[in-house]
């Protein structure tokens, strides 16, 4: 083969090559060159929204196994244990003024989410406190799902509502409004040897039954699914309270794995927590979940001590 077909041949390949290289180019910048409409996305700026989209679900997944048993299911917070996120001020730079935060608000939540909170802001209003995500701090989370955890908060910026989640405390000293004596009601009867959630167990859980065997396979198979997506970032892998969020809660979560905690919890008084919460605590209420698998993961959770 002579050298003149030889280049001949590598021109033609170079062209080959160049042609849907040109193509792409020309519709990233189709803006610029007047291929694509302005009101229409380039190809590069879908292919940027698929992948913050991505991003933002990966956070969403993250909140789901770490951060909603403490601030909500959907950012709203949790009365006496954690602080709303889905707010206004905290995406319109008001609260990072009040706390002297000079850099962005994009700064800010991946700062609060590395790094943690090792002094509680207000533990006259909440009881848990921020843990470390990052492991660069010595938490769980990569830098890139740390990242993909602060496109999730910051994705409700846009519909964000106001929430006073910081109303101004009451000066130590300052006359309280004093409440007119009423009769005195009379107290509920008590079990001894009962959690103290049981003591106040409505009827419509009074004496329920489980409705799956306690050695069922399928049941202890979908009640860890269950458990090990919302339970387990509190109560541990194998229930003993120690999970990667327990440290930001006080009190602490149950031990489940412990039988004489176990045996002060009847089956009835487990499933009433499970569903409606436990009050003052990190314990939200999981009824949304309804009876089926708040049944699984009940069945799964009392396997850790062998407590039926």
Known sequence: ?????????????????????????????????????????????LRAAALSGRQIEVGADLFGQYCYSCHGKNGEGLPGVAPALNRKDLFDGTHQRNVGWPGSI???????IAAGRPIQSRPDLYSAKMPTWSQEYGGPMRPDQVNAL?????????????????????ASGTPRPTATAGPSPTPAPTVAGLFRICQTITPQYAGKKAPYKFDDRAVLAAGKQIYDEKCAACHGPTGRGDGV?????????????DKNFMNTLPVDCHFFAIAEGVKNTGMPPWKSLGDDQMWKVLIYERSFSGVQ
């Open 1 to 45: 083969m002579s050298t003149q077909l030889k280049i001949l041949i590598g021109i033609i390949f170079t062209l080959l090559t160049c042609i849907p290289l040109a193509a792409i180019a020309m519709n990233d910048l189709g803006h610029d060159f007047g291929l694509v409409p302005q009101d229409q996305p380039t190809e590069m700026e």
């Open 245 to 257: 969020a327990a440290a930001a809660l006080n009190p602490k979560p149950a031990n489940l794995a």
């Open 150 to 170: 602060v496109a999730f908060v910051m994705n409700w910026q846009g519909k964000a509502p106001e929430v006073d989640a910081w109303p101004v405390a009451v």
């Open 106 to 112: 994009n700064g800010f939540i991946k700062n609060t």
